[in-house]
């Protein structure tokens, strides 16, 4: 039988799913391991080939499809451990980094500071050259400067080096001269030019985001690399992919080349995971909401699209890669309860990971997390945490809630889990706003799909406090990222600064640039090892009323000459783009092109779910037992029932408060709402009241 897997590294928890080929679903954990990843993988595909009877060996050489979402480059950023990196720029203008673009995130904050630039500024050399706002070449390259440089960062240690000159996206020349210089003279650093990584307008961004490909792209180098060759040696076949920040998939050479598109590697694959479901349910609109261990995530599906930004911030350092809009914040499993100054109550952002973990995983950990709360008041049980392959201590975990909250503000400790339990909740939900209410959707409009180990507690009350009536726990929704890897296509994505106003558009002009853009990125497809007729080319542009400052991108029509008579269907595009996100628009006024965009789609074969038959509402088959459970809207512990997830057939109903149990995932049915479960094995929670 061949398979098809997903790999997730998470925080806390490594995931793995395997779809065999009838269509069934496995799902698989083991804990992570933040010093090597890749023997938490290596542990959870072991794991995975012995539940199918096969050696090791035997598993990969039958995988049809592998695809990996690894934090590598995601932690490296945010914990500073990098490589030393220098930057070489056009003379003048090596504080362009640190300047950054003088804005405030909250311009009331006097004292707010901005990070560390990824280079010290010692580092950050200037060179003589220059090419104009046209492209050209004003004053020649100084190479002698360049060899200099080149001694002087041997001499300090440097093994990686981004390049970044004035407009470079018009004319590349100076910088691959450069290149070729570092290559000759460094031939061990890792070596990022942003006409390679980012030809695109605006400095900043392009000097950014070409920094922080060059600072984690030795890590990612060695570990993908590494890792790559140990899995071709133990059997694996085909393709080893990686998910990229925008929801596709590359391969481990890719990947190594364009390090900054992996920096949301696992959930964007989650986002492409909640465009499946959305199909599968007939609900283009699902709001998808990913509680790990460390991590809330949070993503919107609108009229079955992801939404993607080129706007984003990872640690405060810009990348202006294409990546899934995702919302995320310092809200997991693992995340630690404390007391500030002022002796207020509140929750993470720091998490307790997976070493030491929550204080009940007696792995050393001190600090009360939402785990330790959680298990508290009955919601996770503790004769069966990871389907009982895992102890966990309820009596340390009270002891800890105890001694660090509940003691000092007065309170029992089923109060204190209580309120940590709340005070996550509104977290989330204030994090859920921020994907829909800012952007202009009504999330009283949309499912949430609740994935992650940790979210189907919580998954309720969220939809509670942002207003929606409907929750999804979808099959296999402790590993929903990994799910996601499953469904991805190859995608490549490609930008090219386009300079033209709308109406007065140069056809002819804009036409040439599509077609050399296309012809490219259909090139960078094709090494990827997709046939030509799998291949797909979309368009986007990026517009601006004339005079604004921000852009919108919105599609344009692909696969044909663009014509006068597509001018006005493009302008209808970004009205309404631009009446959706800032409320109003202004169709009297003339637009400006920035940037054109195109994303090249390689269609990669899937395997559907597998469907159950649909039978009688009654779910007592399912009945495990009962166990008090602590709800503050009913006044403390109720003993309510568990199922078991696994035994629950299509159709079941289930009536509130209710606990749903499976292996690597635990369903809380609050006071208020009712579950039944669709043909796909998906859980419905439904409001009652």
Same mark, same amino acid.
């Given at each position: 039988?061949?398979?098809?897997?997903?790999?997730?590294?998470?925080?806390?928890?490594?995931?793995?799913?395997?779809?065999?080929?009838?269509?069934?679903?496995?799902? @698989?954990?083991? /804990?992570?391991?933040?010093?090597?990843?890749?023997?938490?993988?290596?542990?959870?595909?072991?794991?995975?080939?012995?539940?199918?009877?096969?050696?090791?060996?035997?598993?990969?050489?039958?995988?049809?499809?592998?695809?990996?979402?690894?934090?590598?480059?995601?932690?490296?950023?945010?914990?500073?451990?990098?490589?030393?990196?220098? /930057?070489?720029?056009?003379?003048?203008?090596?504080?362009?980094?640190?300047?950054?673009?003088?804005?405030?995130?909250?311009?009331?904050?006097?004292?707010?500071?901005?990070?560390?630039?990824?280079?010290?500024?010692?580092?950050?050399?200037?060179?003589?050259?220059?090419?104009?706002?046209?492209?050209?070449?004003?004053?020649?390259?100084?190479?002698?400067?360049?060899?200099?440089?080149?001694?002087?960062?041997?001499?300090?240690?440097?093994?990686?080096?981004?390049?970044?000159?004035?407009?470079?996206?018009?004319?590349?020349?100076?910088?691959?001269?450069?290149?070729?210089?570092?290559?000759?003279?460094?031939?061990?650093?890792?070596?990022?030019?942003?006409?390679?990584?980012?030809?695109?307008?605006?400095?900043?961004?392009?000097?950014?985001?070409?920094?922080?490909?060059?600072?984690?792209?030795?890590?990612?180098?060695?570990?993908?690399?590494?890792?790559?060759?140990?899995?071709?040696?133990?059997?694996?076949?085909?393709?080893?992919?990686?998910?990229?920040? &925008?929801?596709?998939?590359?391969?481990?050479?890719?990947?190594?080349?364009?390090?900054?598109?992996?920096? /949301?590697?696992?959930?964007?694959?989650?986002?492409?995971?909640?465009?499946?479901?959305?199909?599968?349910?007939? &609900?283009?609109?699902?709001?998808?909401?990913?509680?790990?261990?460390?991590?809330?995530?949070?993503?919107?599906?609108?009229?079955?699209?992801?939404?993607?930004?080129?706007?984003?911030?990872?640690?405060?350092?810009?990348?202006?890669?294409?990546?899934?809009?995702?919302?995320?914040?310092?809200?997991?499993?693992?995340?630690?309860?404390?007391?500030?100054?002022?002796?207020?109550?509140?929750?993470?952002?720091?998490?307790?990971?997976?070493?030491?973990?929550?204080?009940?995983?007696?792995?050393?950990?001190?600090?009360?997390?939402?785990?330790?709360?959680?298990?508290?008041?009955?919601?996770?049980?503790?004769?069966? @945490?990871?389907?009982?392959?895992?102890?966990?201590?309820?009596?340390?975990?009270?002891?800890?809630?105890?001694?660090?909250?509940?003691?000092?503000?007065?309170?029992?400790?089923?109060?204190?889990?209580?309120?940590?339990?709340?005070?996550?909740?509104?977290?989330?939900?204030?994090?859920?706003?921020?994907?829909?209410?800012?952007?202009?959707?009504?999330?009283?409009?949309?499912?949430?799909?609740?994935?992650?180990?940790?979210?189907?507690?919580?998954?309720?009350?969220?939809?509670?406090?942002?207003?929606?009536?409907?929750?999804?726990?979808?099959?296999?929704?402790?590993? @929903?990222?990994?799910?996601?890897?499953?469904?991805?296509?190859?995608?490549?994505?490609?930008?090219?600064?386009?300079?033209?106003?709308?109406?007065?558009?140069?056809?002819?002009?804009?036409?040439?640039?599509?077609?050399?853009?296309?012809?490219?990125?259909?090139?960078?497809?094709?090494?990827?090892?997709?046939?030509?007729?799998?291949?797909?080319?979309?368009?986007?542009?990026?517009?601006?009323?004339?005079?604004?400052?921000?852009?919108?991108?919105?599609?344009?029509?692909?696969?044909?000459?663009?014509?006068?008579?597509?001018?006005?269907?493009?302008?209808?595009?970004?009205?309404?783009?631009?009446?959706?996100?800032?409320?109003?628009?202004?169709?009297?006024?003339?637009?400006?092109?920035? &940037?054109?965009?195109?994303?090249?789609?390689?269609?990669?074969?899937?395997?559907?779910?597998?469907?159950?038959?649909?039978?009688?509402?009654?779910?007592?088959?399912?009945?495990?037992?009962?166990?008090?459970?602590?709800?503050?809207?009913?006044?403390?512990?109720?003993?309510?029932?568990?199922?078991?997830? &696994?035994?629950?057939?299509?159709?079941?109903?289930?009536?509130?408060?209710?606990?749903?149990?499976?292996?690597?995932?635990?369903?809380?049915?609050?006071?208020?709402?009712?579950?039944?479960?669709?043909?796909?094995?998906?859980?419905?929670?439904?409001?009652?009241?």
């Amino acid at each position: 039988m061949r398979y098809r897997m997903g790999v997730d590294t998470g925080g806390t928890f490594t995931d793995c799913v395997v779809i065999d080929g009838n269509g069934k679903v496995h799902a @698989f954990k083991e /804990l992570s391991t933040p010093k090597d990843p890749s023997i938490g993988l290596y542990n959870v595909v072991s794991k995975a080939a012995q539940f199918f009877n096969k050696t090791l060996n035997e598993f990969l050489k039958e995988l049809d499809f592998f695809a990996h979402g690894t934090t590598v480059a995601t932690n490296t950023l945010l914990t500073g451990t990098g490589a030393k990196t220098g /930057l070489i720029c056009t003379k003048g203008f090596r504080d362009t980094l640190e300047m950054r673009r003088a804005h405030k995130n909250n311009i009331w904050d006097l004292f707010l500071s901005v990070p560390t630039p990824l280079v010290p500024r010692y580092l950050r050399l200037g060179v003589t050259e220059r090419i104009n706002y046209a492209g050209e070449a004003l004053t020649p390259l100084e190479e002698k400067e360049v060899r200099e440089i080149c001694k002087f960062y041997k001499k300090e240690g440097v093994t990686a080096v981004a390049v970044a000159t004035l407009f470079s996206f018009l004319n590349p020349v100076h910088e691959e001269k450069i290149k070729k210089i570092l290559e000759e003279e460094l031939p061990d650093a890792f070596i990022s030019i942003s006409s390679e990584v980012l030809p695109a307008i605006r400095e900043y961004e392009r000097s950014s985001t070409t920094v922080a490909n060059a600072y984690v792209g030795p890590k990612l180098t060695v570990y993908l690399s590494t890792l790559e060759k140990k899995l071709r040696r133990d059997g694996l076949s085909r393709a080893f992919y990686v998910t990229a920040s &925008n929801g596709g998939v590359m391969t481990a050479e890719t990947a190594i080349r364009h390090a900054s598109a992996t920096l /949301l590697s696992g959930p964007a694959a989650g986002a492409v995971g909640a465009v499946f479901f959305s199909k599968l349910l007939g &609900n283009s609109n699902l709001i998808l909401m990913d509680m790990g261990g460390t991590s809330f995530d949070v993503s919107l599906v609108n009229n079955g699209n992801v939404s993607l930004s080129t706007e984003g911030e990872i640690a405060g350092y810009r990348v202006a890669k294409p990546m899934i809009d995702i919302n995320t914040i310092g809200a997991g499993g693992g995340s630690i309860a404390w007391l500030d100054k002022g002796g207020m109550l509140k929750v993470g952002p720091a998490s307790a990971g997976s070493d030491p973990g929550p204080v009940c995983y007696n792995l050393g950990g001190e600090k009360p997390t939402v785990t330790d709360a959680n298990l508290i008041l009955g919601f996770l049980n503790k004769d069966y @945490f990871l389907g009982g392959e895992m102890n966990v201590d309820l009596d340390k975990a009270r002891a800890a809630m105890k001694r660090e909250i509940a003691d000092p503000l007065g309170l029992s400790v089923e109060d204190a889990a209580s309120g940590v339990f709340r005070i996550i909740n509104q977290n989330m939900a204030d994090a859920t706003k921020v994907v829909s209410i800012q952007k202009g959707h009504d999330p009283r409009e949309y499912y949430l799909v609740s994935a992650g180990g940790a979210c189907s507690i919580h998954a309720c009350k969220i939809a509670e406090e942002v207003g929606s009536t409907v929750v999804m726990v979808p099959k296999a929704a402790s590993v @929903f990222c990994a799910l996601g890897m499953l469904e991805s296509d190859i995608r490549l994505d490609s930008v090219k600064t386009f300079n033209g106003t709308i109406p007065g558009l140069d056809l002819e002009a804009f036409n040439k640039v599509i077609k050399e853009t296309e012809a490219k990125a259909l090139a960078e497809l094709l090494q990827e090892g997709v046939e030509k007729e799998r291949a797909t080319l979309l368009r986007y542009l990026d517009i601006r009323y004339c005079g604004q400052h921000h852009e919108v991108t919105v599609e344009i029509p692909s696969g044909c000459i663009i014509e006068e008579k597509h001018e006005a269907l493009i302008a209808k595009a970004f009205h309404e783009a631009h009446e959706r996100l800032y409320t109003y628009s202004t169709p009297e006024n003339p637009m400006e092109i920035m &940037n054109l965009r195109i994303t090249a789609v390689g269609a990669v074969d899937k395997i559907g779910l597998d469907t159950l038959p649909v039978e009688g509402k009654d779910s007592k088959a399912a009945l495990k037992g009962k166990r008090k459970v602590y709800f503050q809207d009913l006044g403390g512990y109720q003993e309510i029932p568990v199922y078991d997830r &696994n035994k629950l057939k299509a159709g079941n109903e289930i009536e509130a408060p209710a606990v749903i149990e499976e292996r690597i995932t635990t369903v809380i049915v609050h006071p208020g709402w009712k579950a039944r479960v669709d043909s796909y094995g998906n859980i419905l929670m439904e409001v009652t009241k």
